[in-house]
């Protein structure tokens, strides 16, 4: 049995099927392949020659995987686009505050209110797309969350007073609120285990890519009139939405959701088109109905949610965790006030200011390509704890900097030179753990008949969080000094480290069924599970050849 157990490991490390036909080829090195037969067993030899036919198969198995890769990746792509809209009004906020201070004379706490009031109306929209993503759909709902933000930047743009402005900001804050439950709950429900974490942050990568849009917005059109230059900093975010459009008709709804309102032959076409073959598609389809069907006749999903068994607090406990994590940690009050920042620390010029904002964005958004790259080889944990230290050494030399230029102390120059470092560095480690994998960690841990709702409590906290910090940032500092609220970040940080340990799993490879199961069985807690197959799992796959 241990022979049968390394030749499985194989053929999970190939990415390939191992249940798709009678013989089935499987890729185990340069020029090396196995052949499995079910009417003899495992072959324990190698064949050096296969014959043309064996080839063209297993050649067409390779082509049905890169066919259902390509088009999970569009779909994730796709179902991304709200998030640039989020990253962009982020980005494009904070050198807009600037210009909408000088033009409609607003205070500093209307300039907090602004900013931060965004992020706490946003949990209202998360609480309804949990509802509304399970009666109209995943796809559906990204379309209510791109329609109400474009609604509420319109306003924002030709907005006369601050009150007007504020309306449109309010507006523009449900939406986003939508937009970042639905995405990566639907692009989880859509892609492969193996895969689902590099295609699950791509919603972070498109909002990192909205932040340096919006920066590059700021430096752009900073030379215009103060009264105009803010109105197109803040329009230009509403052109994505032709895009989001068309995307809806494009991409298939959520095959999971489809098993939940009992559309499975819908369910089943949309899985043909995802998975590597037939077999797979039944099998995919199976795991779904049982996770559907399990508490279907049980309480109501809030009633559930809030008297919650053991296994779903654990869970509950984990998300809700992570995301109050990924913004006490102070990243929105980097992102938002990043030129108050640099001002702070004696960049007077609005160029250079701006220049610097940029460097900050552009760095946030290559940086994310690491775990894109990562995330499904070394798994969340790992990259969680690069994140969390990384971010707290920044952010604890940040503090320092800070505090020795307000006391005078040390080169000025030298100073202004660390903060910019320790800025960059700060959201490059925000983006290699804590950025993407908040998100990935939520939409892959919670049982199908909960997931929706549970991603929306667990947003819930995320938007709290951030919208408590910029609200609060200004006059934070103000009363704290500037260092002393960036030693405090560092401090939360610290503690996130020992909250990854001890909360969160490692849940590299596994299906959200699996997920699921483990939580249940709470083995192996720091390393998700046993990372080699287990015996029931070689039965089962000797059962199936």
């Known amino acids: 049995m241990s022979f049968l157990k390394s030749k499985v490991k194989a053929i999970a490390a190939s990415e390939l099927n191992p249940m798709v036909v009678k013989n089935k080829y499987v890729r185990m090195g340069e020029g090396e392949v196995t052949t499995m037969q079910s009417d003899r067993g495992v072959n324990n030899d190698v064949d050096d020659e296969l014959d043309i036919d064996e080839l063209a198969w297993a050649e067409k198995i390779s082509d049905k995987r890169n066919t259902s890769r390509r088009y999970v990746f569009a779909c994730a792509i796709f179902a991304s686009l709200n998030s640039i809209l989020l990253g962009y ?36 929209g998360s609480i309804a797309a949990g509802k509304a993503s399970d009666v109209i759909g995943r796809k559906w709902t990204m379309g209510i969350a791109a329609i109400i933000f474009q609604v509420g930047a319109t306003i924002m743009v030709f907005a006369p007073s601050f009150i007007v402005l504020m309306t449109g900001r309010l507006i523009t804050g449900i939406g986003i609120g939508f937009a970042v439950v639905v995405a990566p709950v639907y692009i989880a429900e859509i892609s492969p285990s193996v895969s689902r974490g590099s295609f699950t942050s791509f919603p972070e990568i498109f909002i990192n890519l909205g932040i340096l849009l919006g920066y590059v917005s700021n430096y752009a059109f900073s030379g215009l009139s103060v009264h105009i230059n803010w109105r197109i900093m803040l329009g230009v975010g509403i052109l994505p939405s032709a895009i989001i459009a068309i995307a ?90 990043s030129p108050t920042i640099f001002k702070k620390a004696g960049i007077t010029n609005y160029n250079y200011l701006l220049s610097a904002t940029v460097a900050v964005g552009f760095t946030k958004t290559i940086f994310i390509i690491i775990p894109i790259l990562t995330i499904d080889r070394v798994g969340r944990k790992v990259l969680l704890y690069i994140s969390t230290v990384g971010m707290t050494v920044c952010l604890l030399g940040l503090s320092i900097a800070l505090t020795f230029l307000n006391f005078d102390i040390g080169s000025k120059d030298v100073g202004i030179g660390i903060i910019i470092l320790a800025v960059c560095g700060n959201v490059a480690s925000f983006s290699v753990g804590m950025g993407p994998i908040a998100w990935v960690m939520s939409s892959e841990i919670f049982p199908l008949r909960v997931r929706a709702q549970a991603c929306a409590i667990s947003l819930v906290g995320n938007r709290l969080c951030s ?49 699921e199961s483990m939580f249940h069985s709470g083995s192996d807690w720091q390393n998700g599970g046993s990372t080699e197959v287990e015996l029931n799992d070689v039965q089962r796959l000797v059962d199936k050849i």
Request: hydrophobic residues 50%; charged residues 20%; glycine residues 6%.
């Open 248 to 337: 809806l008709f494009k991409i298939p709804e959520s095959p999971r959701w489809l098993v939940m309102v009992h559309r499975t032959d819908e369910a089943r076409i949309v899985l043909s088109n995802i998975s590597e073959s037939e077999v797979e598609v039944e099998q995919r389809l199976s795991e779904i109905e049982v996770a559907a069907s399990v508490g279907e006749n049980e309480k109501d999903v809030w009633r559930e949610i809030m008297n919650p068994s053991p296994v779903l607090r654990r869970m509950l406990i984990t998300g809700i965790g992570i995301q109050c994590f990924q913004q006490i940690t102070g990243i929105d009050a980097t992102v938002y006030y």
């Open 467 to 515: 919208g408590l910090i910029a609200m609060s940032y200004l006059s934070m500092a103000r009363v704290m000094t500037i260092g002393g609220t960036f030693f405090l970040f560092a401090l939360f940080s610290a503690l996130s480290v020992v909250f990854m340990y001890v909360f969160v799993p490692e849940t590299k490879g596994k299906s959200l069924e699996e997920i």
């Open 89 to 124: 009004d982020v980005g494009v906020m904070s050198g807009a505050i600037l210009f909408i201070h000088e033009d409609l004379k607003i205070t500093e706490v209307q300039q907090e209110i602004l900013v931060g009031c965004l992020s706490v109306v946003s949990l209202f």
